[in-house]
């Protein structure tokens, strides 16, 4: 099992920044892909961003140029960066972690975003 921590979330402004970070525990060996998905009300789970083991990253359009994800292994931790928030970036926010060789699928609590106009 993969136990997954978020913490970063709050309240801003549009145009301010937060922090999110994820810290994964348990058995991490041979995680392939960690990520942040997000979910706002009355809408379907989205993936925000997620970066490979290797280090290669990837964005929805609507965050790029925005939000950085990075990880940091020494210390089992992923993190999203966002800048220039609006408030359509309002929703829970997810970690994701994928192990592909025995397909497992690990995902925290959430945490909430909500970005003031």
């Known amino acids: 099992q993969v136990q997954l921590v978020e913490s970063g979330g709050g309240l801003v402004q549009a145009g301010g920044s937060l922090r999110l970070s994820c810290a994964a525990s348990?058995?991490?060996?041979?995680?392939?892909?960690m990520g942040w998905y997000r979910q706002a009300p009355g809408k379907q789970r989205e993936l925000v961003a997620h970066i490979t083991s290797a280090g290669s990253t990837n964005y929805a359009d609507s965050v790029k140029g925005r939000f950085t994800i990075s990880r940091d292994n020494a210390k089992n931790t992923v993190y999203l960066q966002m800048n220039s928030l609006k408030p359509e970036d309002t929703a829970v926010y997810y970690c994701?972690?994928?192990?592909?060789?025995?397909?497992?699928?690990?995902w925290g609590q959430g945490t909430q975003v909500t970005v003031s106009s």
């Open positions: 994701n972690a994928v192990r592909l060789f025995d397909k497992s699928d690990y």
């Open positions: 348990g058995s991490i060996f041979r995680i392939n892909f």
